[in-house]
């Protein structure tokens, strides 16, 4: 790493940076100079705020806590070199890396590779947690959309949240991330540079947690898609002058905290917590445990991962429909007016999927990815609780205990129950019971009689709790009628033109498992697509699946998805679904293959 003397001007101060290094954060003795004549000197870790503003203190000028952000990022950027031009980028995506990356595009289970690798990276999933790295990673992948999903991880401090973002992260290239370890109010505004397509990490968002001004910011930059704040700052003469701030978009947050953000910024957020129960920590202690003793997974390559997100950047199409969309606007709960920043961000996580798994997915008559109901299926998993809680209202699993505690024990009219008896009840941490009371106090659901703030909580049971919501439909009940499907295929009309997001270049309708053939030296035709999958027979012990199929058994013929999995009937006329990968397709497709039963 270079290590020589780098000098930055920011807003007529300059920075002397010397002996930078990245380590736990961006270290470095740092000088600020006015005029030749130093203002302050100290070695500190320009990610933590805390450093900052006593560097700024002691220079005794406080906005420059504020200018040491884009200093951080200047020295970065001097660190890493030049960025690659784009035909280099292109040129690293050769030979057996660029290969082993179209494998895992063509791998339907893609989210199960990236579970494994996060594990082996470190991250051990908890039990509850499970889904976790993959809706991370399907969050960070959104960046290559018009409109990038937003997420908030919640938990207690130690549970392991930040350590998680901080690891699915590591599957991306570099400049996919701008990450930051806590924040100024006004921090963001001195980035520089462009955040499109690029996804924001802010872990213990300190600066976010309350409204103000960067609270402000980031409702702006989440959901706008830019920033353009008008400012008034000292000139290098020092006068007064006005000047407009701007951070060009789109960009999506993924940010940690311990104590959530201010009310207006949470609904623009899908928020998911860090399981933190003692199987889940005694799932933890074993994972460390492991690694110790030097029995944890080898660290896996990285590269192909890389390369995933380069060839989706410059080969892939970002340009997804998705037929269903009306169908699963009808049957999603519309109580909640916040249904209508989440259902976009539902949309956009199908999408993602749809886009990591295009080279599996057919084209329309506009070069669009067709999202399928598999890519449905699969957000579904990763989501639904969540959307569970938010058609509820907010009433987690964690408020829907403490609330049921409280009302066990409050068997008389006048019975209180105080923070320290819930804990003995319910045998869990006292912080985490606490933020949940807390919570279901706001809600409503319980009461604190006790009007002196600091003395013991009196707590009473308040609101009713709703009944557990299914908020998100099952994928069987999204299936389109049949004149809707072979709209979308034929492209007789450009339907669900609200659904589709940035251009990534025209592609002739195909089938997933035979693309065009790649244009001579095209880095998409180092590896084959997937072959399809090899006929099977059935025999008198298959007799379920071959009812399944549509046949009475030995020597009947049945059909298969390219993919190997069993093609069965269903009530639409000409239509067949895949059994394994959920892939609708056509009678008369010539991609399918049959097979007869054993003779």
């Given amino acids: 790493m270079r290590s020589d003397i780098v000098e930055i001007v920011v807003h007529g101060v300059t920075y002397r940076i010397e002996e930078p290094i990245v380590r736990d954060g961006l270290r470095a003795t740092v000088t600020a100079l006015v005029d030749g004549q130093a203002l302050a000197t100290d ?61 895992l595009l063509d791998d339907p289970q893609l989210l199960d590779r990236v579970r494994e690798t996060v594990a082996a990276l470190g991250w051990t999933p908890p039990p509850g947690g499970e889904h976790l790295p993959a809706l991370v990673y399907l969050v960070l992948s ?17 549970a392991g949240k930040t350590l998680l973002v901080a690891t699915v992260a590591q599957l991306f290239p570099a400049d996919a991330i701008v990450a930051l370890t806590g924040m100024s109010e006004r921090g963001l505004l001195y980035l520089g540079g462009n955040l499109s397509h690029r996804m924001l990490l802010v872990t213990e968002a300190a600066g976010l947690h309350r409204d103000g001004i960067g609270a402000a910011i980031m409702r702006s930059v989440t959901w706008e898609g830019r920033v353009r704040y008008p400012t008034v700052e000292k000139d290098e003469s020092g006068r007064l002058v006005s000047r407009v701030i701007e951070l060009a978009g789109p960009t999506g947050l993924v940010t940690t905290t311990t104590r959530g953000v201010e009310e207006e910024l949470a609904t623009r957020l899908l928020a998911v917590s860090v399981p933190e129960s003692p199987e889940a920590t005694r799932a933890v202690l074993r994972a460390i445990g492991r690694t110790a003793n030097g029995s944890a997974p080898e660290q896996p390559d990285l ?41 976009p961000q539902l949309l956009t996580l199908i999408r993602a999927h749809a886009l990591l798994h295009q080279r599996q997915r057919e084209r329309d008559a506009h070069g669009r990815i067709i999202a399928t109901l598999a890519d449905y299926a699969a957000v ?17 699993e964690g408020v829907r205990m403490v ?27 006292k912080s985490r019971i606490s933020r949940h009371v807390r919570r279901a106090i706001e809600l409503g659901f319980l009461v604190n009689l ?77 590896a084959p697509p997937l072959r399809p999958g090899e006929q099977r027979s059935f025999g008198d012990a298959d007799a379920e ?17 390219p993919c190997g999995g069993v093609l069965g009937p269903t009530d639409r006329a000409g239509w067949l679904r895949c059994e394994r990968c959920g892939q609708w397709m056509r009678a008369d497709d010539p991609a399918l293959r049959r097979g007869k039963g054993g003779g």
């Avoid at 700024?56 to 690659?84: F, I």
């Avoid at 290559?144 to 908030?152: H, I």
């Avoid at 990763?382 to 009433?395: D, F, M, Q, T, W």
């Avoid at 505690?405 to 045998?427: F, I, N, W």
Wanted: with cysteine; glycine share 8%.
């Fill in 403 to 429: 609330v049921s505690a409280v009302a066990e024990l409050c068997l008389e009219p006048d019975d209180t129950v105080s923070l320290t008896r819930l804990v003995q009840l319910l045998g869990r941490d």
């Fill in 450 to 526: 006790e009007p002196v703030k600091g003395r013991p909580a009196k707590l009473r049971p308040g609101d009713p709790l709703p009944p557990p919501v299914s908020a998100l439909p099952d994928p069987e009940n999204l299936a389109l009628p049949l004149e809707r499907n072979t709209a979308t295929l034929a492209g007789d009309r450009d339907h669900d033109a609200e659904n589709t997001v940035a251009p990534g270049g025209a592609t002739p309708p195909q089938h997933p498992q035979h693309p065009p053939r790649p244009d001579e030296g095209s880095v998409a035709g180092v």
């Fill in 303 to 343: 590269a192909p991962w890389h390369a995933l997100q380069r060839w989706l950047e410059h080969e892939g199409v970002r340009s997804v429909t998705i037929p269903f969309a009306e169908r699963l606007a009808e049957l999603v709960p519309a109580d909640l007016v916040r249904m209508r920043r989440d259902f």
């Fill in 142 to 158: 959104s960046r290559l959309l018009e409109r990038p999903v937003n997420l908030l991880v919640e938990g207690p401090s130690g």
């Fill in 380 to 396: 579904h998993r990763l989501v639904a609780p969540l959307y569970g809680v938010i058609a509820a209202g907010g009433v987690t």
């Fill in 43 to 103: 070695r500190l870790n320009l990610d933590r705020e805390r450093d900052r503003r006593r560097f700024a203190e002691r220079a005794g000028n406080p906005a420059l806590a504020d200018d040491l952000l884009l200093v951080r990022e200047r020295v970065l950027e001097y660190l890493a070199g030049p960025p690659p031009a784009a035909s280099e980028a292109n040129k690293t995506l050769d030979g057996e890396v660029l290969a082993a990356a179209l494998a």
């Fill in 545 to 561: 699946i071959a009812d399944r199929c549509g046949v009475a058994g030995r020597g009947q013929q049945c059909m298969f998805c």
